[in-house]
């Protein structure tokens, strides 16, 4: 009597707050976190994922009690292809251990490392004009040797191993060095692509040859490609999956402390409020999503 009066005192919406055995019915719950930005682009004052950063979110949403399914919502261009898998094993590790089902919706673009997330999931929806794809490997650098010999500049590097100073940009490019790397990349790739396969299975449409070049797709012909299952946005497909009572959960990011927000940058630059490294992180993370079209 007293379990049924106390749950009566309450709306649906707020019984979530009473214990699951004072509530008149359980409502279904799924968390939601939000990996936003350049894969492996974290620095003090511009966001980025990595496993640093993303590993504590994954651990709270998962420990969620009575949590119907994982919503990740995934708006990224693509990064580092090392921190990429450490994201998509730790969603898998957490997925299988708790046995929730995990679902993955794209904003702007799921690309590259973002794709590779994105695969993590049981299902992944997408906008129609969302960018997907992206399957490849890609490594970009500039040449400095002709500017510094102009201005007068004479590069030294003194090494220990015959390959320690590869691809270094003050000097003239060596096939040798660029013939090593693309080898580095083709086995980073093969990875990708065992990863996309073993995920995604026969839903593949491997008739397209150029599913795994590193080209990329609005969602509706990701649909068609089999790689991504189906259109629409996080808040249709969750109701319509649970029910107009689902609950969303925001799992919110972890925030750095109130003093390092304030005083954190000019302790970095020595009291200027521009970071030249991270002037240069933002216009590397700006290039990517211009690689996209966005």
Request: charged share 20%.
């Amino acid at each position: 009597m007293a379990q049924t009066s106390l749950s009566s005192m309450l709306p649906a919406r707020l019984q979530f707050l009473l214990p699951s055995r004072y509530r008149s019915y359980r409502t279904p719950i799924v968390p939601v976190l939000r990996l936003s930005g350049a894969i492996g682009a974290v620095m003090p004052f511009r966001s980025g994922l990595a496993i640093s950063n993303v590993a504590s979110m994954l651990e709270r949403a998962f420990s969620v009690p009575g949590a119907a399914a994982i919503a990740i919502v995934i708006n990224s261009p693509g990064g580092s292809a090392a921190q990429s898998h450490l994201i998509y094993k730790r969603i898998r590790a957490y997925a299988e251990e708790k046995k929730i089902p995990v679902l993955a919706f794209v904003e702007d673009a799921a690309a590259s490392g973002g794709y590779m997330i994105a695969c993590a999931a049981d299902e992944i929806y997408a906008d129609p004009a969302s960018i997907v794809g992206s399957i490849g490997v890609v490594s970009a650098s500039f040449g400095f040797q002709e500017l510094i010999a102009r201005i007068g500049v004479e590069r030294r590097v003194h090494t220990a191993g015959q390959s320690k100073a590869m691809l270094d940009p003050f000097r003239p490019e060596n096939p040798e060095d660029v013939a090593r790397l693309k080898g580095l990349q083709r086995k980073i790739h093969e990875v990708f692509v065992e990863l996309v396969r073993s995920r995604r299975g026969a839903k593949l449409n491997d008739s397209y040859e150029d599913l795994f070049s590193g080209a990329f797709w609005v969602g509706a012909e990701a649909v068609d490609l089999g790689l991504i299952d189906g259109l629409g946005d996080i808040r249709t497909i969750i109701r319509q999956r649970f029910g107009e009572d689902v609950q969303f959960r925001m799992i919110e990011p972890a925030r750095p402390p109130l003093l390092g927000r304030l005083f954190g940058r000019r302790a970095v630059t020595g009291g200027s409020l521009i970071d030249p490294i991270e002037v240069v992180g933002a216009l590397e993370e700006r290039a990517a999503w211009a690689r996209l079209g966005l």
